[in-house]
């Protein structure tokens, strides 16, 4: 059988690769027309509009290339908010202790400094927690960009029947380890891109002789 026909159908008529099809079912659209009105005094008027947008169909969504990496910092509007509340609470509360410098305000001036304490000591406390997220932030991006190149060319090989609505692999474009057979649901898709992706990345990291790819899924 022609490795490119559908494993269920084995005809290669409406097979196209997940790519194509993406591009074709996604796009820019412009469109042009006239608007009617009537503007007081001036009677009926015809006014050109042109308007521009983007669409994209149910298959394409389904079919929807892996996402490029995209580096994420740590710091955003939450972590700026959360810092400047801790300073601005502890200058309060130290501007309470330092303002309250007679002995019948000995309580007033505790508690400024008890707030100005507190406060303070949380900042180290919230920084450390930042610099962790910002580590585990860089860390999923370094991951994610590694293994991506592997995903676009499992999800470029990756080749759709029109006719059953499925994808397969064909065997002599790409080992998945998934069986050339099956025919996968488009709504699994994506996951199957991902998984496949990630244990091919993964099987390229392991020494030749040990290398193996885990079967994938089959009917």
Request: with cysteine; proline share 7%; hydrophobic share 45%.
């Amino acid at each position: 059988m022609n490795g490119l026909a559908c494993p269920r159908c084995a005809q290669v008529d409406q097979v196209q690769s997940a790519q194509s099809v993406y591009g074709a079912q996604s796009g820019t659209s412009h469109s042009t027309g006239v608007a009617y009105g009537a503007v007081i005094g001036a009677g009926p008027m015809a006014m050109g509009m042109t308007t521009h947008g983007t669409h994209i169909s149910n298959l394409a969504q389904r079919l929807t290339p892996p996402p490029a990496p995209r580096r994420r910092s740590a710091w955003n509007c939450g972590v700026v908010a959360l810092f400047a509340a801790l300073i601005v609470m502890g200058l309060l509360g130290l501007g309470g202790y330092l303002l309250h410098d007679s002995e019948s305000e000995s309580a007033d001036r505790a508690v400024g400094l008890a707030v100005a304490i507190t406060f303070f000591s949380l900042i180290p406390i919230a920084f450390v927690l930042f610099l962790i997220q910002g580590r585990r932030l860089k860390r999923h991006y370094e991951d994610y960009a590694a293994v991506w190149p592997t995903m676009m060319h499992v999800w470029q090989s990756a080749m759709i029947c029109l006719r059953c609505h499925g994808a397969f692999f064909p065997a002599d474009t790409i080992q998945t380890g998934i069986d050339p057979g099956h025919l996968i649901p488009l709504d699994a898709f994506r996951d199957t891109v991902v998984d496949v992706g990630n244990r091919i990345a993964l099987a390229a990291r392991i020494p030749p002789a040990q290398r193996s790819i885990p079967p994938g899924p089959t009917d």
